[in-house]
C-alpha cells in the first residue's frame, strides 16, 4: 500500500449547471496538478446502473476512496453501497453535523430515534469518505480537506517522492499517471511529472495557465435520470413495512430475508412515499427537496422561522405517505387504495400513551419545510 | 361585505383574538362566510397573531380546481413564519383572492373581510364559532409548546 496516492472520485451535477460543472473541474485539475490525488470523474451517482462504466470504474478502485458529489453524504455513502461500493464511514470534516450523529455515542433518547440498524454486509476494511459538493463553492475547500485527509491516512508519498523522484505514485489509474523514471528533482510532488515529453498537457504544472485539461468522465454519455429509494442500512431494522406499504413491487427480499430495493425502476418518480412510513427513517431518496427524506441528517433547521403548518391542517406523514401513493395509482390506472393496505403495524397498540414533548418535537420537524 | 354584528373573544396571552358570530370555522383557523353558493375563505385572528406581517403568498393550484382535505395547497411566508398551505377540506376552490397577490399585507389589515384568501366549495360541515373557540382553548397549550420546541432547536 505504501506509496498509493487517495483515490478521489468526483460525481458530476445532473443536469449543465456551469457554476458546478466549473466546481467540478477546479477540483479534479487541481488535486491532478498538485498530485495530491488520483482523480476521476463519473456522471451523477445516482443516476448510474450497476453495469454503467463508471459504476464499473469505481467497482474497481480499492483502498481508501474519497468521493464528492451533489448529495448528502449519507445518500452518496448508500448509493455506492448499494452498488457493491463499500467501506468503513470515513470523516470528514466538511461533514460536521453528519459525523458527530454516526459516529459519537448516541444521547439516551436517540435510541428511539434512531433505531439500531442491521448494517451493510461483507465491508472491506477500507475507509470511503463522501463529501457533499454544496457545502462550498470554493474549491480549496475541498482540496484543503482531501490535503488533510491525505496526509492523515499516513500515505508516506511525500518521503518517497523526495528519494526516489514520484516512481511509486502510479497505481494504475488511467486518469493520471506520472512518469516512472527517476527524476533527481527534488520537489517531484509539485513539478516533477512535467519532465518527461510523454505526459500529456494536463500535467504540465510548470505552466500557470488556468485551463489545464480536466479528467475525462467515464461513461459520461446519455445518462438518464432515475428515481428510486436507496436504503441506509446503518439504519434500516428489517421491519419490512416499506415492503408492505409500496404497491408497486419495487422491495424484495434477499435469500437471507434481508429488505432490499429489488424492481427500483418500478418507483415511481417523484413519490417518496415508503421513506415517510419507515419508521426508522432508513429510506432515502437522495434527489428529494426535503433534506430529511434526501438523506440529510435529521434536526436540522435552515431557518429560524417557525413552521405554522401544523396548525394550519397540515397531514402527517402517514397521511402524506398515502395520499402519495393513491395518485400513483391512479395514474397507473389502479384503484387508490387509502388506509386499507400495507399500513405500518407500529400504529395499533400506541394509541394509550400521553403525547409527550418528544413527540411535539418530531412532529414538529415532520412538517418543518427545510 | 358585511358588518359584523357581535364576537367572541379568545385570549391569546395578552392579544384579544376576535371571532365573529356570523361565520363558521375550519378548525385549521379558517373562517368561512357564504358569498353567493361559495363561502368566502380566510384566515381567523388567531391564525394571523401568530403569522404576524405576510410578506408572500404563493398558489400551487388553479383556480376551479378541486381538492381533497389535507392537499397542498400553497405556501406563506410572514416576518416570523412559513408553513404550506392545504385544504380545509374536501371541495372546490372555485378562485383566489387577486388583491392578495400583489399586497398580501392585507391578510393582516383585514384578515376577516378584504384579507379573504379564496372562495370555496364544499359540503363538509364547519364550526360555529363556540365551537371554534373550544378547539382553540383545548389546543392553546399545545401550540405555544409547539412554538417553544421549534425555537428551542
Given at each position: 500500500m505504501a506509496g498509493r496516492k487517495l483515490t478521489v472520485v468526483i460525481s458530476q451535477a445532473p443536469g449543465k449547471n456551469p457554476v458546478k460543472r466549473h466546481l467540478e473541474e477546479e477540483i479534479a485539475t487541481r488535486l491532478m496538478l498538485s498530485g495530491t490525488a488520483e482523480v476521476s470523474v463519473v456522471p451523477h451517482l445516482y443516476d448510474l446502473t450497476s453495469d454503467h462504466t463508471g459504476m464499473l470504474w469505481l467497482k474497481s478502485l480499492k483502498g481508501n476512496l474519497v468521493v464528492l458529489g451533489w448529495l448528502y453524504p449519507r445518500a452518496i455513502r448508500w448509493v455506492l453501497d448499494r452498488n457493491g461500493v463499500k467501506g468503513q464511514v470515513g470523516e470528514s470534516r466538511l461533514n460536521v453535523a453528519e459525523t458527530t450523529d454516526d459516529e459519537e455515542d448516541p444521547p439516551e433518547t436517540a435510541e428511539d430515534l434512531a433505531p439500531q440498524g442491521i448494517g451493510s454486509l461483507n465491508v472491506p476494511n477500507r475507509l470511503i469518505f463522501a463529501i457533499d459538493l454544496r457545502n462550498d463553492p470554493d474549491p480549496q475547500t475541498y482540496i484543503s480537506e482531501i490535503e488533510r485527509l491525505s496526509e492523515s491516512l499516513a500515505v508516506p508519498l511525500v518521503q518517497l517522492s523526495g528519494l526516489f523522484?514520484?516512481?511509486?505514485?502510479?497505481?494504475?489509474?488511467?486518469t493520471v499517471s506520472t512518469n516512472g523514471s527517476p527524476n533527481t528533482n527534488g520537489a517531484a510532488q509539485t513539478n516533477g511529472s512535467a519532465a518527461k515529453g510523454e505526459i500529456t498537457a494536463a500535467h504540465d504544472s510548470n505552466s500557470n495557465s488556468p485551463t489545464p485539461q480536466a479528467p475525462v468522465v467515464i461513461g459520461g454519455e446519455n445518462v438518464r435520470r432515475r428515481w428510486y429509494p436507496v436504503i441506509d442500512y446503518s439504519r434500516c431494522t428489517n421491519c419490512m413495512e416499506c415492503l408492505d406499504f409500496c404497491l408497486f413491487g419495487v422491495y424484495g427480499v434477499d435469500l437471507t430475508d434481508r429488505i432490499l430495493v429489488e424492481q427500483e425502476d418500478n418507483c415511481k418518480k417523484g413519490c417518496p412515499a415508503c421513506s415517510r412510513v419507515c419508521p426508522a427513517n432508513a429510506i432515502v431518496f437522495p434527489e428529494h427537496k426535503t433534506p430529511a427524506i434526501a438523506g440529510a441528517e435529521g434536526g436540522a433547521v435552515e431557518d429560524f422561522k417557525i413552521d405554522l403548518s401544523k396548525l394550519f391542517g397540515a397531514p402527517s406523514a402517514l397521511e402524506m405517505a398515502v395520499q402519495e401513493r393513491d395518485v400513483e395509482l391512479v395514474a397507473d390506472g389502479r384503484d387508490a387504495v387509502g388506509t386499507a393496505v400495507g399500513l405500518p403495524k407500529r400504529q395499533s397498540g400506541l394509541s394509550e400513551k400521553p403525547r409527550d414533548a418528544l413527540d411535539d418535537l418530531m412532529d414538529g420537524l415532520d412538517s418543518l419545510d427545510l | 361585505m358585511v358588518v359584523m354584528t357581535d364576537s367572541l373573544v379568545f385570549l391569546m396571552g395578552k392579544f384579544e383574538a376576535r371571532i365573529p358570530v356570523d361565520r363558521r370555522y375550519f378548525e385549521s383557523h379558517f373562517w368561512a362566510f357564504p358569498a353567493g353558493d361559495v363561502l368566502r375563505v380566510g384566515f381567523t385572528a388567531y391564525a394571523v397573531r401568530l403569522l404576524q406581517d405576510v410578506y408572500f403568498l404563493d398558489w400551487q393550484i388553479d383556480p376551479d380546481t378541486a381538492v381533497r382535505r389535507k392537499q397542498t395547497i400553497g405556501e406563506i411566508e410572514s416576518s416570523k413564519a412559513v408553513s404550506t398551505m392545504y385544504a380545509p377540506a374536501d371541495g372546490k376552490i372555485v378562485r383566489f383572492n387577486e388583491a392578495l397577490l400583489n399586497d398580501p399585507s392585507l391578510i393582516n389589515a383585514d384578515n376577516y373581510d378584504r384579507g379573504w384568501l379564496y372562495e370555496f366549495a364544499t359540503t363538509t360541515p364547519l364550526l360555529a364559532a363556540e365551537e371554534y373557540v373550544k378547539v382553540l382553548e383545548a389546543g392553546w397549550e399545545q401550540t405555544q409548546r409547539l412554538l417553544k420546541n421549534q425555537f428551542n432547536e
Amino acid at each position: 500500500m505504501a506509496g498509493r496516492k487517495l483515490t478521489v472520485v468526483i460525481s458530476q451535477a445532473p443536469g449543465k449547471n456551469p457554476v458546478k460543472r466549473h466546481l467540478e473541474e477546479e477540483i479534479a485539475t487541481r488535486l491532478m496538478l498538485s498530485g495530491t490525488a488520483e482523480v476521476s470523474v463519473v456522471p451523477h451517482l445516482y443516476d448510474l446502473t450497476s453495469d454503467h462504466t463508471g459504476m464499473l470504474w469505481l467497482k474497481s478502485l480499492k483502498g481508501n476512496l474519497v468521493v464528492l458529489g451533489w448529495l448528502y453524504p449519507r445518500a452518496i455513502r448508500w448509493v455506492l453501497d448499494r452498488n457493491g461500493v463499500k467501506g468503513q464511514v470515513g470523516e470528514s470534516r466538511l461533514n460536521v453535523a453528519e459525523t458527530t450523529d454516526d459516529e459519537e455515542d448516541p444521547p439516551e433518547t436517540a435510541e428511539d430515534l434512531a433505531p439500531q440498524g442491521i448494517g451493510s454486509l461483507n465491508v472491506p476494511n477500507r475507509l470511503i469518505f463522501a463529501i457533499d459538493l454544496r457545502n462550498d463553492p470554493d474549491p480549496q475547500t475541498y482540496i484543503s480537506e482531501i490535503e488533510r485527509l491525505s496526509e492523515s491516512l499516513a500515505v508516506p508519498l511525500v518521503q518517497l517522492s523526495g528519494l526516489f523522484g514520484s516512481s511509486m505514485t502510479s497505481n494504475g489509474h488511467p486518469t493520471v499517471s506520472t512518469n516512472g523514471s527517476p527524476n533527481t528533482n527534488g520537489a517531484a510532488q509539485t513539478n516533477g511529472s512535467a519532465a518527461k515529453g510523454e505526459i500529456t498537457a494536463a500535467h504540465d504544472s510548470n505552466s500557470n495557465s488556468p485551463t489545464p485539461q480536466a479528467p475525462v468522465v467515464i461513461g459520461g454519455e446519455n445518462v438518464r435520470r432515475r428515481w428510486y429509494p436507496v436504503i441506509d442500512y446503518s439504519r434500516c431494522t428489517n421491519c419490512m413495512e416499506c415492503l408492505d406499504f409500496c404497491l408497486f413491487g419495487v422491495y424484495g427480499v434477499d435469500l437471507t430475508d434481508r429488505i432490499l430495493v429489488e424492481q427500483e425502476d418500478n418507483c415511481k418518480k417523484g413519490c417518496p412515499a415508503c421513506s415517510r412510513v419507515c419508521p426508522a427513517n432508513a429510506i432515502v431518496f437522495p434527489e428529494h427537496k426535503t433534506p430529511a427524506i434526501a438523506g440529510a441528517e435529521g434536526g436540522a433547521v435552515e431557518d429560524f422561522k417557525i413552521d405554522l403548518s401544523k396548525l394550519f391542517g397540515a397531514p402527517s406523514a402517514l397521511e402524506m405517505a398515502v395520499q402519495e401513493r393513491d395518485v400513483e395509482l391512479v395514474a397507473d390506472g389502479r384503484d387508490a387504495v387509502g388506509t386499507a393496505v400495507g399500513l405500518p403495524k407500529r400504529q395499533s397498540g400506541l394509541s394509550e400513551k400521553p403525547r409527550d414533548a418528544l413527540d411535539d418535537l418530531m412532529d414538529g420537524l415532520d412538517s418543518l419545510d427545510l | 361585505m358585511v358588518v359584523m354584528t357581535d364576537s367572541l373573544v379568545f385570549l391569546m396571552g395578552k392579544f384579544e383574538a376576535r371571532i365573529p358570530v356570523d361565520r363558521r370555522y375550519f378548525e385549521s383557523h379558517f373562517w368561512a362566510f357564504p358569498a353567493g353558493d361559495v363561502l368566502r375563505v380566510g384566515f381567523t385572528a388567531y391564525a394571523v397573531r401568530l403569522l404576524q406581517d405576510v410578506y408572500f403568498l404563493d398558489w400551487q393550484i388553479d383556480p376551479d380546481t378541486a381538492v381533497r382535505r389535507k392537499q397542498t395547497i400553497g405556501e406563506i411566508e410572514s416576518s416570523k413564519a412559513v408553513s404550506t398551505m392545504y385544504a380545509p377540506a374536501d371541495g372546490k376552490i372555485v378562485r383566489f383572492n387577486e388583491a392578495l397577490l400583489n399586497d398580501p399585507s392585507l391578510i393582516n389589515a383585514d384578515n376577516y373581510d378584504r384579507g379573504w384568501l379564496y372562495e370555496f366549495a364544499t359540503t363538509t360541515p364547519l364550526l360555529a364559532a363556540e365551537e371554534y373557540v373550544k378547539v382553540l382553548e383545548a389546543g392553546w397549550e399545545q401550540t405555544q409548546r409547539l412554538l417553544k420546541n421549534q425555537f428551542n432547536e
